[in-house]
């Protein structure tokens, strides 16, 4: 059978300072968008009717910041519900989140990791149900970066991440730059840490750069161009599961359009290349949204 996206291709980070260079049109090799929905779901005025006009007419991915799956406080069931309204009122075609927490009393505007334990499994499981039974839709859940390993762990980071999409039925949102960061900072093999996962479970997918501190911890800022041990991953993952779709991140440093079109038009090339549109090799498992037809992507 083959397996179906919510959005095809290769897409690009939405971020305000773009908008200029795109008033004259979008380009071709953009398939879809993402946003970030905290920064834009309170937007009115001129720049919320600019946001409309292009969620008319191109394909979204929202990736949100700031739903705390792991966290310990209570969910924010009226934030949700906003967060429904906005996602239904501008038709975005997929919800991913990250797997990890950002709040306690009150957001932390940073995200934390999860205790690798059992119980903690069950414990964000059951979160991932509650929220996605409010917005009606799944929540792809994105592995995180971090930087301080959770105390108390009972299994690995590997473990965990598969435990908890099992535990969920959710699908992955697979992000390659956060897999070679925490294998450079937490010393483990990013190769097999990758093919490890269930791939069978992924419907989307980040590409990004990174930084590295004065300290030698290498930072997940989005602040640089791709480099190539990160698009060999990719290309791994695309060789190991199957082509996805597959989005460009770049959130500080912004250089001009074109030069990040060339990484766009890098993760056309690599899907080509490993044959899009043909059906990955562990296609059970099928994302719940259906593929949106008939979207200008141009």
């Known amino acids: 059978m083959m397996?179906?996206?919510?959005?095809?291709g290769a897409g690009l980070g939405l971020r305000r300072e773009l908008l200029p260079?795109?008033?004259?049109?979008?380009?071709?090799?953009?398939?879809?968008?993402e946003v970030s929905p905290e920064n834009w779901i309170d937007i009115g005025g001129r720049l919320g009717k600019i946001f409309r006009g292009y969620t008319e007419r191109h394909s979204?991915?929202?990736?949100?910041?700031?739903?705390?799956?792991?966290?310990?406080?209570?969910?924010d069931i009226a934030f949700l519900r906003r967060m429904k309204a906005f996602l239904d009122e501008h038709n975005f075609v997929l919800y991913t989140e990250h797997l990890s927490f950002c709040s306690d009393e009150g957001h932390h505007y940073d995200l934390y990791p999860i205790p690798f334990t059992g119980e903690a499994v069950r414990h964000v499981a059951g979160r991932i149900r509650l929220a996605q039974d409010i917005l009606e839709r799944p929540i792809a859940l994105e592995n995180a970066s971090y930087y301080v390993k959770p105390p108390?762990?009972?299994m690995d980071e590997l473990a965990f991440i598969n435990a908890v999409l099992t535990e969920a039925d959710c699908p992955l949102h697979l992000d390659v730059n956060n897999i070679y960061v925490n294998s450079l900072n937490h010393n483990y093999d990013a190769a097999a840490f990758l093919t490890g996962l269930c791939g069978e479970r992924i419907v989307y997918g980040h590409v990004a750069g990174h930084d590295l501190d004065k300290?030698?911890?290498?930072?997940d800022t989005h602040g640089q161009a791709a480099c190539d041990p990160v698009w060999q991953l990719l290309e791994l993952a695309y060789r190991t599961f199957g082509?996805?779709?597959?989005?460009?991140?770049?959130?500080f440093n912004i250089p001009p359009l074109a030069d990040l079109l060339v990484e766009v038009g890098h993760i056309a090339d690599l899907q080509r290349h490993h044959g899009y549109g043909i059906a990955p090799r562990a296609a059970g498992w099928l994302p719940l949204l259906p593929v949106q037809a008939g979207r200008e992507t141009a």
């Not at 397996?3 to 095809?8: E, L, S």
């Not at 260079?21 to 090799?29: D, F, I, K």
């Not at 979204?60 to 209570?74: C, K, M, Q, R």
């Not at 300290?215 to 930072?219: K, L, R, W």
């Open 152 to 154: 108390l762990a009972e």
């Open 215 to 219: 300290s030698g911890v290498i930072i």
């Open 60 to 75: 979204f991915v929202a990736h949100g910041l700031s739903l705390s799956l792991g966290g310990p406080a209570p969910l």
């Open 21 to 33: 260079a795109l008033e004259s049109g979008v380009p071709g090799t953009i398939d879809f968008f």
């Open 243 to 251: 082509v996805f779709p597959t989005l460009l991140e770049r959130d």
């Open 3 to 8: 397996k179906t996206f919510a959005v095809n």
